[in-house]
T-cell receptor, first 112, second 117 residues
Framework: GQQLNQSPQSMFIQEGEDVSMNCTSSSIFNTWLWYKQDPGEGPVLLIALYKAGELTSNGRLTAQFGITRKDSFLNISASIPSDVGIYFCASAGGTSYGKLTFGQGTILTVHP | DTGVSQNPRHKITKRGQNVTFRCDPISEHNRLYWYRQTLGQGPEFLTYFQNEAQLEKSRLLSDRFSAERPKGSFSTLEIQRTEQGDSAMYLC???????????????FGPGTRLLVL
């Protein structure tokens, strides 16, 4: 089935550093979404991307939908302790709608 | 609060028992999804509804699992004869189509964590 390869699996950074994570796939997708999940909670939407090449920001977060429609990245600038959590990329398939396929997640730890 | 809600948040049951979870989507959303998430993994799709119609089911959804959305609003997910392998977080998400039906964003509830002993 469709799979997303998300990297890195984990990151340990100092407060104030910038962070970058990405997702790649062998399949073409029409939607890329980035979520953050805290322990014991559901994923919270950070950024949604709908067009190839689209670059979108949400505060200190920036994400891009790759031109090939097979990849996306998420950047976090000037990290703070509350950025700690698990970040997931997710995509909707070639039919545009419906079920999401998720990456394996990136565990982010921020040291004060 | 107009977000997606799920009940219960936690459920502990003995193997062989039946359990039922409820999801209340965002009120104007006509699409509702169920996902399952095990420790260290991303959520995996189980099934989805458009209004009251169940349009797709994953192969993960064995015949012990059944989902309903009788009036196109809330949904229930029932697991019969639970097994230890059913232990997981069960997530519900809802969405609606925008921009002429070309954009869809799913919003998740807090999940129901199931532990089967």
């Amino acid at each position: 089935g469709q799979q997303l390869n998300q990297s890195p699996q984990s990151m340990f950074i100092q407060e104030g550093e910038d962070v970058s994570m990405n997702c790649t796939s062998s399949s073409i997708f029409n939607t890329w979404l980035w979520y953050k999940q805290d322990p014991g909670e559901g994923p919270v939407l950070l950024i949604a991307l709908y067009k190839a090449g689209e670059l979108t920001s949400n505060g200190r977060l920036t994400a891009q939908f790759g031109i090939t429609r097979k990849d996306s990245f998420l950047n976090i600038s000037a990290s703070i302790p509350s950025d700690v959590g698990i970040y997931f990329c997710a995509s909707a398939g070639g039919t545009s709608y419906g079920k999401l396929t998720f990456g394996q997640g990136t565990i982010l730890t921020v040291h004060p | 609060d107009t977000g997606v809600s799920q009940n219960p948040r936690h459920k502990i049951t003995k193997r062989g028992q039946n359990v039922t979870f409820r999801c209340d989507p965002i009120s104007e959303h006509n699409r509702l999804y169920w996902y399952r998430q095990t420790l260290g993994q991303g959520p995996e799709f189980l099934t989805y509804f458009q209004n009251e119609a169940q349009l797709e089911k994953s192969r993960l959804l064995s015949d012990r699992f059944s989902a309903e959305r009788p009036k196109g609003s809330f949904s229930t997910l029932e697991i019969q004869r639970t097994e230890q392998g059913d232990s997981a977080m069960y997530l519900c998400a809802s969405s609606s189509l925008t921009s002429g039906g070309h954009q869809e964003t799913q919003y998740f509830g807090p999940g129901t964590r199931l532990l089967v002993l």
